[in-house]
Structures are given as structure tokens and as C-alpha cells.
């Protein structure tokens, strides 16, 4: 990459987009070369030289434009939720086919982060660190109800934080000794409780409850504001270039991991 990052931006014209183009405009460093929203073709030319391609678009829409943008030659950083074990599976395929032969280090890189704001990523790890001590854990995330997808991507990475935790220290399954109604007990991702609040006047939240014999602990974390996104999303538009390869999560950025 030369000094100065050339930034492309993908759902340009959507709420977290138009908020990373003007970050992306204030920052030292950054230089804002390219607004992408729907209907627009994702290659070489519309990205206009982008070293950084920044997808904040749609479920339906993210995976094939990062494949896009990684064949114009940009490395990628993704905050778009709706992906997979499958679908992170095809870009790690991609990225090592496109890095095959590249000198080690400067290969392309894609950054996936479900949550770029820094509660967000503290309260999925002291989660992750707790989830081991607790009998019981469940998630109840909250959002505007302008969210097209539920549960949240955050939700999803921190159930599955701490079902991985549950299972390295040898926990079973959670007590529950529901019979009927099951529909009321929210999601299952990997065996814990995913909860989703849709409500007007709310922008992003996460509570993590976890709970022993005579004793519980709340996790909880609020982003009031987009902002509170932005200085994550520009942390990931500076490290991604040196990141080959397929990076989940910002807490691996944070050295968090
Ligand atoms: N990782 C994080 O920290 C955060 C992640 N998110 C996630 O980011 C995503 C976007 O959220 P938000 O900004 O609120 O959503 P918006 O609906 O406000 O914005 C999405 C934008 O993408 C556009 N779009 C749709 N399809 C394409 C396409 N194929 N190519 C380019 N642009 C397209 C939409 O256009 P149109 O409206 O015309 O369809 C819209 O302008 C969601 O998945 C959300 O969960 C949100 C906040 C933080
Ligand atoms: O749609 C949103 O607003 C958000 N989406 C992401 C998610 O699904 O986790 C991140 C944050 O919660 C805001």
C-alpha cells in the first residue's frame, strides 16, 4: 500500500455507510476514493484503485461483493452480518488462492468483524472469559427495529464465544426444563439462548446473563451512537492490509483473542 489508504465504501448511501464515508473523509490518512451502493458493480473500475474495500450493505449482497473486490485486487474489511461457517469458508478459499505465489505478508486480507465498537468487543470477550465459571448463560441483544436480520451478528459471535468456552472447560448442556413453549426461549446458536429486542429509539445493545446457584452476572454493553463504530472501522481500514488472509473478529486486532 502507498502512505496514504485509498478507501472504498459499500452501502455508501445506508446508515453505517454514509457514517464510515465521512470518518473515512476526517481521517489522517485515509482518502475516500469510491461510494458503492445498490445497483452498482463491484470490480476494478467502480472501486477506482481502492486499496480498502469497506462493506456495510446486506446479507444477500456481502459475500459476493467481497469475492468482487478481492478479484479487483483490494483488501477487505466487512461489518455486514449473514455469514457462515460456509460462506467464511469460500473467502478463506479465495484469499488463498489470490495469495498463492505473493511474498509472506503481502497477500490480501479480509477483516470480518460482527461489532466494530469497543464495549461491544469487551463484552463479547469478558463474556467468552466468564461463560466457563456459570451453570447458565443466555444473550438478550437489542436493537432499532430497522434491523433486517435477527439475532444480531454480535449475538451470534458472543453465543458462540461462549459455547466454545462451555465446551473446552467440559460443561453439558444448560438446566432447562421447558416442555412447552419453546418458541419463547429465543434462538439456539451452538446451545445458548440468543434473545432479540426490536425497538424504536434504540440503535445497538447487548446483555449477557450469566447465572450460578444464588448469584448472577450481567454483562452489558450500549452504543447510543454510530460513532461509536467509526474509530473501530478505522482501526480495521489500517490493519487489514497487514493481515493476510481471513481475520473474524476486531478482538483479534485488539490482541483480545
Ligand atoms: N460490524 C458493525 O459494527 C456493525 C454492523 N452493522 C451491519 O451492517 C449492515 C448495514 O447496516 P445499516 O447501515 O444499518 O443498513 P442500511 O440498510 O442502512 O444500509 C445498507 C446499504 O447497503 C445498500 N445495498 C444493498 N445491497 C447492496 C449491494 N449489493 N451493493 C452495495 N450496496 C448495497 C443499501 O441500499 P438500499 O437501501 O437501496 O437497498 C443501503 O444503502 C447490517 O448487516 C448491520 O447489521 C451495523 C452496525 C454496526
Ligand atoms: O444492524 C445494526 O444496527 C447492527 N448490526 C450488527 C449486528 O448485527 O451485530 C452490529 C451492531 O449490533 C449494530
Known amino acids: 500500500?502507498?502512505?496514504?489508504?485509498?478507501?472504498?465504501?459499500?452501502?455508501a448511501a445506508g446508515r453505517m455507510g454514509a457514517q464510515t464515508c465521512a470518518a473515512v473523509e476526517a481521517a489522517d490518512g485515509l482518502e475516500l476514493v469510491a461510494r458503492i451502493d445498490a445497483g452498482d458493480t463491484v470490480d476494478a473500475s467502480t472501486l477506482a484503485g481502492a486499496d480498502v474495500a469497506v462493506d456495510f450493505t446486506v446479507p444477500a449482497a456481502t459475500e459476493a461483493n467481497v469475492h468482487a473486490a478481492l478479484d479487483a485486487g483490494a483488501h477487505v474489511v466487512v461489518g455486514t452480518t449473514g455469514w457462515d461457517d460456509a460462506s467464511r469458508g469460500r473467502v478463506s478459499e479465495h484469499l488463498e488462492r489470490a495469495n498463492d505465489g505473493r511474498p509472506a505478508g503481502e497477500g490480501l486480507g479480509v477483516l470480518i468483524a460482527p461489532n466494530f465498537g469497543l464495549s461491544a468487543v469487551l463484552a463479547m470477550t469478558f463474556a467468552a472469559k466468564a461463560a466457563r465459571y456459570f451453570e447458565s448463560a443466555e444473550v438478550v441483544e437489542l436493537h432499532h427495529p430497522d434491523k433486517i436480520d435477527a439475532p444480531s451478528g454480535t449475538a451470534r459471535h458472543t453465543a458462540a464465544a461462549i459455547a466454545r468456552a462451555r465446551t473446552e472447560a467440559g460443561l453439558g448442556a444448560m438446566p432447562d426444563a421447558t416442555e412447552t413453549g419453546h418458541e419463547a426461549r429465543g434462538a439456539d446458536v451452538d446451545g445458548v439462548r440468543v434473545h432479540a429486542v426490536r425497538l424504536r429509539g434504540l440503535v445497538a445493545h447487548e446483555e449477557i446473563l450469566l447465572g450460578n446457584a444464588g448469584?448472577?452476572?450481567?454483562?452489558?454493553?450500549?452504543?447510543?451512537d454510530r460513532a461509536s463504530f467509526m474509530p473501530g472501522v478505522l482501526l480495521a481500514v489500517r490493519e487489514v492490509g497487514s493481515r493476510p488472509g481471513l481475520t473474524v473478529?476486531?478482538?483479534?486486532v485488539l490482541d483480545l483473542g
Open 1 to 11: 500500500m502507498t502512505d496514504t489508504i485509498r478507501v472504498a465504501v459499500l452501502g
Open 215 to 224: 448469584e448472577q452476572l450481567v454483562i452489558r454493553q450500549d452504543s447510543f
Open 249 to 252: 473478529g476486531l478482538e483479534n
